[in-house]
């Protein structure tokens, strides 16, 4: 589970933004496969249904499967640059603009630049993904909200991670976990009244999640005791 479970009182800033992100930099190759996953049997980006509606798609598609097997592989800027012979994510995005895998491809290299440490890039890339899928739309905003704590852009990067959780809420696992990045970042603003709401929304939606189960600890700390 997540590095953030126990995070103490005393935290500066610094820590907050390294602990509430943690739990992407454990979790991300899983998470992104498992949502890609998802998005090809929903039908999210309904262009991976036709791998032969036209050269452009079949080929950016061909493309991207070639950099996802480096980002599968962890060689992060071969996927974002690519190699001798097969274009990574930022050429795909560039050569098959408006295309469904180009748009992917986005999110994958926000994925990239996010776990490289380059939060500008994570955050213009993740801002340009759009999809109709709940599961991998939640999961961008997410991401989006870890590049923007990271450059302390923190009351932004937790309106964010609420809007994760408002999306998905039937996800156990990672909603409560949305929810309390938020509650953490604006105990961190001085936003107590924010803090508390969010909180709240893990006890009250996910008591038997694992946030759940540890959050009163922290509504305690916020004076909320029953």
């Known amino acids: 589970m997540s590095e953030t479970k126990n995070i103490p009182v005393e935290s500066n800033d610094n820590e907050v933004v390294e602990k509430v992100t ?3 930099q454990q979790n991300s190759k899983n998470i992104v496969f498992g949502l890609v996953a998802v998005l090809l049997i ?3 980006i309904a262009g991976y249904k036709y791998f032969i509606s036209g050269p452009k798609t079949q080929k950016s598609n061909e493309a991207l499967f070639r950099a996802e097997n480096y980002f599968r592989m962890d060689s992060l800027q071969l996927a974002l640059n690519g190699d001798a012979l097969n274009p990574g994510f930022i050429k795909i995005i560039d050569k098959y603009s408006g295309t469904p895998a180009a748009n992917l491809a986005r999110f994958y290299a926000g994925s990239c630049y996010l776990k ?3 939060f500008k890039n994570a955050e213009k890339h993740l801002k340009e993904f759009k999809t109709d899928a709940t599961q991998i739309n939640a999961r961008a905003k997410s991401l989006l909200a870890d590049a923007l704590a990271e450059q302390g852009k923190k009351e932004e990067a937790a309106k964010l991670y609420l809007e994760a959780g408002n999306l998905f809420d039937k996800d156990e696992f990672n909603s409560p976990e949305y929810y309390f990045r938020a509650g953490y970042l604006y105990e961190s603003l001085g936003k107590k009244k924010e803090a508390i709401d969010a909180y709240k929304l893990i006890k009250d939606k996910f008591p038997r999640s694992e946030r759940g189960f540890e959050v009163d600890k922290y509504l305690a ?5 029953k």
Not at 221 to 225: M, T
């Open 22 to 24: 943690g739990f992407w």
């Open 42 to 44: 929903a039908g999210g």
């Open 116 to 118: 490289l440490g380059d």
């Open 221 to 225: 700390r916020l004076g909320e005791v």
